[in-house]
């Protein structure tokens, strides 16, 4: 069943919006980050990550962001060039913002942590000015990073560019990708993302991110609860990721389908969440059942954790598929289904 | 018809949300602002200036605001105090944030201006931590001021609150009480003000606000699509105001009432639209046929347009009524019905 | 003797750099703030006084400064013009900034407090830009109003200006002119003052301004040990005051001068050290015997705790020297000199 | 001569004030930053390297500032802590503040340029409450980095310490330093640079840095000018730097001396100042001939532009020696004194 149509006429498959930055990734790992002397550098940020991936995967991207007004910003533009990503609404930063640096510590294959520079970000710089209804409805649909939410004048871009996709029958996709910095408190998350969240079509969370959403409405709904509100403001998909225990999409003719996580030797514990954002969303473009769709996407994020990078690692989709097979092929056809 | 239910449990009848300040208008007008010499000091801010109406009505209001810890803090309390509003809600600002202030230019009985000193200023430090639900409970209804929307944190306090209201089954009643100031941009205006609409039980505004409001959904409209679409968002009565040409309240049976500004020697040009609310939603309260509130609330305009102050000149019950009986033994019983 | 030379082909007596403001004085004073319903409008801020009260003087001022962008700006400059003070160098500020007020509270005649709005104030607008060497060359001194060096950018405007009157020979006046507001530290004020004072031909202060400006230097001095230290960083004079005890000259021959205030019925407290400046620095214009100076500014002083407002009421050179005369027939010659 | 008397009793040599920063290189070096993927980390900071430098030729420095309060403060803490560094003045930044970053492309032995992560900077939260005189009368002499003039509270934190140099006879050191970033105009940076070299006892700087210096002072002398003019306000030794042309130190006794470079295969076009500054300081504290100071110091100029790092890479004495001494026997023993 297709729970989304989308307009083949339009050039462009998803238009994002929200966060490029770059992530420093240490090459000495299992370290503590004081410890690591060298670094290799990456595009980072969550939505840049998820573009690169689908375009890896074939789909078209737009991007609407700022970014620094320097030799980074060089890189990021060069880089979505590179990948093939639209960049006509990637802009630069007019008053010395700089673009978000990720620092990784890799203590071990489980424990993560970074070191995020995100004072007078580029990023959320992004202003009304820079969305156009134009270019939106260019786009199959529209992904919005919550992390875009977190301050002005990022925050009131994002919540413009949702009001023209609804104008103009664009879906809206809706990542929440909680970052704690630059929200002030609680009660601003729980604000914006319930705002976005209720003009959404598809909504991509972890537990603890819809709790967040929903601290304002009511707190402590189970997944079902929360499937089930969401798609009474419209929602046609809601994923409910839970780490290693895999992750449910409830769809709005109040099914469900779960996954697992591939068994795979990771090297990080981030990146996984975009390498599933993205092979997620490639297989709703490709009209795939649910199931298909989970599987990819569980697969690409098992893929990523297993990588030093995010965006250089993207895999094509045969990649994936390979993947797949091999590890069909060695732990059995349900491995991830369960 | 009752268009709303109120909880008649609950002590309070209107909470309001939004700035208090302080009005100088001079007392040699007629001239210049820079001409004017000697000024007369009110309470001023138009949920302020409503709260005061409201009480002279004999009603019991709340308070959610911010205002500055200093003399003129100190004034605006204590009239509120004297005025039998409960300022257990009014807390004082801890950086130096100053009341607003607003020095009327009154030039004739139809020019007037305002120069208005609101940077770094009090009613915008309105905080989330300042809003509780325990508070929202006492009090029949909840009014926001679209002032209070202009910027953080005063904004996400006014959100945070409608969203309590919502889940708490308060009414809640939008003076959208449009200010240029504070306002960054125009998408902004829209995207708040729509925000807030989008959970009112009644919106008062004139046809520009409503103008503003929708500017980002569909521009153009007339008062009658207006109504329409708010109503199909949950409103119960959209009140539309065209100055001198009057009003029309549209109520969600689908019906609409007209009224007319009272005859009257006009002194200066503002404030008529806060006796309007305070009077119109006192017969809201009480329960009233939609015309009576209508008249009660243009006679209370007129007067308040006829006097020098604002909040000082608010009128009780019996004085409104004995100001509709004379205008109606002078002009005739539809003075201002037709 | 003479203790500054000025160079009498230059057109401008003095050219005073600092704050304009507005003076709201109550009209129903002896009463609280909250309490006084009445103003009465006024220009003022120290270097605006001593400004006016120089002009009315006769001695031809000019004015580096910025008001606000508003009608209030309008009146401060007309005001400015009407009197006779060259407002060419007064700019217009770019970014909404307002001119500071202050609101008196006259409790009785020896109790006055104030309430400022100085929160994001045009004064302290001023930028290096405003100040061009042309301009001062055709001053024959510069007047520093210590408020100027409280917050960049005018602080920097401020010691710039300096710099320039020491290379073009201009002889330096600084009036400490302390205000709590907008100071961050007593440590920035005594490395702010202290920089301005060593590089001064005239300091006027209080004691308590002094112990201010030596905090870092050395806390604790005598008047005496004081005007010897300013005296060996370049300073002619050294006016150091002690509120109704009278003030005293130090002057760099090592002499020095004292004179008490005049017998006056006060109705506030504050405006005298205007009128002393004032009248002071017309002394020192006109090449007067130091006594002579000195009873000139203490009885326009006096004269202006008396009057209602601070501008308005500076007095003219015969209206001070009849006061003087009078004061003189009734309390004998030495009345302030003693 | 000894142009600087150092009081031996006092514990510390040297305390500077300044930045603290990290320096990540390029390992894939001799292309654009863009291009390099590759990034060695090393503790930077001019007046950081200076300390470095000092502490591995075996004096002892203490260092005010203000890092970052995540792993990065805890990285150059330690680093300072292993190096012999005292860090009993180095203080967390308590909002979010970041260390500043450098990153450096190396296209050529004599392209580098460098992008600097400096928004919402750590070291410029430097606090005069940071500042106290027990700390300064440990140190025979205090270093100030110009570049903590660029802004507050970092500027009043470092004229406040040479207040208390001043007051408590410790010798002055100041170390230009200028960085564009940061500073708003060159009004500024000619108001602060000539406040602090007007009361320095040793100045160092590249012509270009007397030149901003000099701005509103007497804007193109010459050297030997410069140098007159500076010892008019009290500084013993004048040094002034030209690159590849060498250097030259005015004494305040009328002589001077030159000193040329090394001859040395570059890697890159930075560090020899802080090399030289640690050097030629060193040479000073020892009580050296002036021309030794200046041998040693451009000695180690060039052993710092032919490494990789700063910090990192700062030599013993005996390494400089020998350094010398090979240069010596190639190019004969005028190699750099010519």
């Not at 991110?209 to 079902?224: K, Q, S, W």
């Not at 059942?289 to 965006?311: F, I, N, Q, R, T």
Request: hydrophobic share 40%; glycine share 8%.
């Amino acid at each position: 069943m297709n729970y989304l149509q989308f307009d083949r006429e339009r050039p462009l498959d998803l238009i994002l919006l929200g966060r490029v930055a770059i992530d420093f990734n240490p090459l000495d790992y299992f370290k503590t980050l004081a410890q690591s002397e060298t670094f290799k550098k990456y595009v980072g940020g969550s939505p840049a990550n998820i573009a690169v991936g689908l375009s890896r995967l074939g789909k078209k991207c737009g991007f609407f962001a700022r970014v620094s007004d320097d030799r980074f910003g060089d890189y990021v533009t060069e880089y979505f060039d590179n990948e093939g990503i639209d960049t006509s609404r990637i802009r630069r930063c007019e008053n010395g913002e700089k673009l978000g640096l990720t620092f990784t510590e890799i203590l071990s294959e489980n424990e993560s942590s970074i070191l995020m520079y995100r004072n007078d970000i580029a990023d959320l710089q992004l202003d009304v000015q820079d969305i156009d209804e134009a270019y939106i409805k260019q786009g199959k649909a529209l992904l919005i990073s919550g992390t875009a939410l977190a301050a002005s004048p990022s925050r009131e871009a994002a919540l413009k560019a949702v009001a023209i996709a609804k104008r103009t029958h664009t879906p809206v996709f809706f990542d929440i990708d909680y970052r704690p910095y630059n929200w002030k408190n609680s009660d601003e998350i729980a604000i914006y993302y319930s705002m976005v969240a209720a003009q959404s079509d598809v909504i991509l969370g972890s537990r603890e991110e819809y709790d967040l959403t929903e601290a304002l409405i009511e707190p402590g709904r189970t997944d079902a609860q929360t499937a089930v509100y969401w798609q009474g403001r419209g929602a046609k998909i809601v994923v409910i990721k839970h780490g290693k225990q895999g992750s449910t999409a409830y769809t709005c003719d109040g099914n469900s389908y779960s996954i697992k996580p591939f068994p795979v030797k990771a090297l990080k514990s981030f990146g996984g969440g975009d390498g599933y954002a993205s092979a997620f969303l490639y297989g709703l473009f490709e009209g795939w059942e649910m199931m298909d769709c989970l599987e990819l996407g569980s697969a690409s994020a098992s893929l990523l954790v297993a990588s030093h990078g995010c965006s250089a690692d993207m895999p094509s989709v045969e990649k994936v598929r390979a993947f797949i097979a091999q590890c069909k092929k060695e732990y059995g056809e349900m491995v991830a289904r369960s």
